[in-house]
């Protein structure tokens, strides 16, 4: 049993990572996109379409990057009322929390996978130029959802058997109110 916990561990923990990868590589295409339109209008040339695919590459990079920032802590914690209470407080002050926003999270994933189901089913374009299927934009957002919904979970399950969350700390405390 334990070396199954360790297996699924390490592959969450790779896909966080991965995701985490990915959103990085969005950014330099966002990056790319930019510097190719900017040649193209120096040049005269017409790059339609690359300020659409920039918002696309903006949103993937968003939400790949939640699960990712969620697990190396750079995501905003209000944590003045944790560091407040006792531990046990805490406890079930964090359960709740981390409860909470998967159901949410979980809830958005849910919805998101359907909107864009019916976005393919009717073949649903962008109104601009690249007229570009809006299905594949937006699988990115239900992908990125599924992982945040999975890290949140994860996290309220250590919670519940080990009384701690997995967040880590590499990044300092840029507010002494944490």
């Known amino acids: 049993m334990a070396a199954l916990l360790r297996g699924t561990r390490r592959i969450l923990d790779f896909a966080y990572l991965a995701c985490g990868v990915l959103a ?18 120096w040049t005269g040339e017409i790059f339609p379409g690359a300020a659409n695919y920039a918002g696309y590459a903006m949103a993937a990079a968003s939400f790949f990057a939640f699960a990712n920032a969620l697990n190396r802590g750079s995501h905003i914690r209000v944590s003045l009322l944790l560091n407040a209470v006792a531990a046990p407080v ?12 998967a ?5 958005f994933t849910y919805h998101a996978y359907w909107f ?15 007229a570009t299927p ?26 519940i058997f080990r009384g701690d969350h997995r967040i880590t700390r590499d990044l300092v405390d840029q507010s002494h109110a944490e």
């Open 24 to 41: 990085a590589l969005c950014l330099i295409a966002i990056l790319s996109l930019i510097v190719a339109q900017m040649i193209a209008r």
């Open 90 to 101: 805490r406890r079930i002050l964090e359960v709740w929390c981390f409860g909470v926003a």
């Open 103 to 107: 159901a949410v999270m979980w809830y």
């Open 116 to 130: 864009t189901y019916w976005s393919w089913k009717f073949n649903e374009v962008s109104q601009a130029q690249d």
């Open 134 to 159: 809006l299905w594949i934009p937006q699988s990115v957002m239900v992908i990125g959802g599924v992982m945040l919904a999975i890290s949140l979970t994860d996290h309220l399950i250590h919670i």
